[in-house]
């Protein structure tokens, strides 16, 4: 290997990562700034370290219920959205059937259509069911784009699993419900784990959906984030500290998933 | 899905019946009120009248679609030309293994796992010239920067968020694609003599093509589909500048409630998408036979 052009491809990459970090890092930085200083003065470390904006959030309840309404509704549907995936996925990764291949590529249309399309009709609809403003609804019109990304995953990762496995499992007379539930279902854990956490992101990061059908009792805290201009102004490091908290959870679970984040961002596909 | 000797079993449906009314539940029945809404004319709930083609012919002739959609196409085209050439150096760049390669992958990860509409509170924060960090840079060096002021600056701006926020999918992916390459081939083109430039375009671009195409048609999509940053970031201005199909959609939809006119123009582009999945579709498909019948050479 040439060590000049090592140090060229280094330096690039670092490069990238600092473009990439700067803005998160400033996010943080202000988030531990009061807003006088924010607006004031101009520093890359807080001169007056405060944890007061986070306070103010965790003890506002316009602010946290924001965060437990996201919560709700997205662990809502990514259960929904696995627990039906599964079996679907199986059926493609297995089988033949009439219509396979068109009902797949449907699931697809589904995950690529632009969610404001449907705005207008889950409006009315939701408007005549009686269930706007409630955490179902945001996890009923997120299944649009979840349910497809579930299937394509978990079909991915089923198709790794050789059939032998399943063949066996039956002449020895396993029924297929406790083949799926016993052998099928750890064999494939990984799959699972990286098809509800790509779930719970993309339900997560969705604001359009979630501004439109919640107003008040399930308003999630990306709406709240986007109304922060009070009277005195934008309240600048709330809404930096509320954004930081709102990176916390990916940030964490990231870690876990770090080798399966192509696969799953490629819809099983890698 | 590309395995042709699976077993026949149409029972198989039924293992699929809870994702097909799932979805029905909240893909069909939606579209159905938009085809519903897109040929009447609703003066009040109770007073329709159907109109035909109408609106559609109206959407099709209204010139600031014409202009959203030429944004948008351009957007696009802009997020292609830079995040793809970007994110193949960088995968190429990465570090193969070890703790350094994890360490790297999380940081790149990192700006695709941030609410979208956070990805906006941080670039209106980090690019505003009075507290923010790349505002404040660019104001010192001697630029009259601006992203709320001058349309040019605002769509640079949205469209250097894009890159920040999505040129790691890109990277990831080609990463994931490169990792698959044996290392017998790298041997082979070194006892050949084989320049760099030769190992990039003979062997590496190749193994890439498959995650590379996936790369283009998910970046161009859902490129094609953005509402969220541009709206927390600029709100689609200054004037119109930063207006693209699905704000424009919302705008009529939600805040002037032109059902009929918003309903037609819901079905135009789901359409566009429609096509454009089906070349995607079938586009992959293509390559993963024909992946396996390479394998099947080798």
Known sequence: MNEKRFQKRTLFLITYLVFAILPIYWMVNMSFKTNEEILSSFSFFPQHFTLANYATIFTDPSWYSGYINSLIYVAINTVISVTVALPAAYAFSRYQFLGDKHVFFWLLTNRMTPPAVFLLPFFQLYTTVGLMDTHIAVALAHLLFNVPLAVWILEGFMSGIPREIDETAYIDGYSFPRFFLTIFLPLIKAGVGVAAFFCFMFSWVELLLARTLTSVNAKPIVATMTRTVSAAGMDWATLAAAGVLTIVPGAIVIWFVRHYIAKGFAMGRV | ?298
Request: charged share 10%; hydrophobic share 55%.
């Open chain 2, 1 to 298: 899905m590309s395995a042709a000797n699976k077993p026949v079993n149409q029972k198989a449906w039924f293992l699929i019946l809870p994702v097909i009314l799932c979805v029905a539940f909240s893909a069909i029945l939606p579209l159905m009120t938009v085809v519903n809404y897109s040929v009447q004319d609703i003066i009040s709930p109770e007073r329709r009248v159907f109109v035909g083609t109408e609106w559609f012919a109206a959407v099709m002739r209204d010139p600031e679609l014409h202009e959203a959609l030429l944004r948008q196409l351009g957007f696009s085209l802009a997020v292609l030309a830079v995040e793809l050439p970007l994110g193949i150096m960088l995968a190429l760049a990465m570090p193969a293994q070890g703790w350094k390669s994890s360490a790297v992958l999380v940081m790149m990860a990192l700006s695709l796992l941030i609410p979208w509409n956070v990805v906006g509170t941080i670039w209106q924060i980090y690019a505003r010239a009075d507290i923010g960090l790349l505002g404040a840079a660019l104001d010192y060096i001697g630029l009259d920067y601006s992203y709320t002021g001058n349309s040019s600056h605002a769509w640079i701006t949205v469209l250097v968020m894009d890159v920040w926020h999505w040129t790691p999918l890109v990277a990831l992916l080609c990463f994931a694609g490169l990792r698959s390459i044996p290392d017998a081939y790298y041997q082979a083109a070194r006892i050949d003599g084989a320049s760099k430039f030769a190992v990039f375009r003979y062997i590496q671009l190749p193994k890439m093509r498959g995650v590379l195409m996936i790369a283009v048609l998910l970046r161009f999509m859902d490129s094609f589909m953005i509402y969220t940053e541009p709206f927390v970031l600029t709100g689609g201005g200054p004037g119109n500048a930063t207006t693209f199909l699905s704000q424009y959609l919302t705008q009529k939809a939600v805040g002037q409630f032109d059902l009929g006119p918003a309903a037609a123009f819901s079905l135009i582009y789901f359409l566009i998408i429609l096509l454009l999945c089906f070349i995607l579709y079938n586009w992959m498909q293509r390559v993963g036979t024909a992946d396996k019948q390479g394998a099947g050479h080798e």
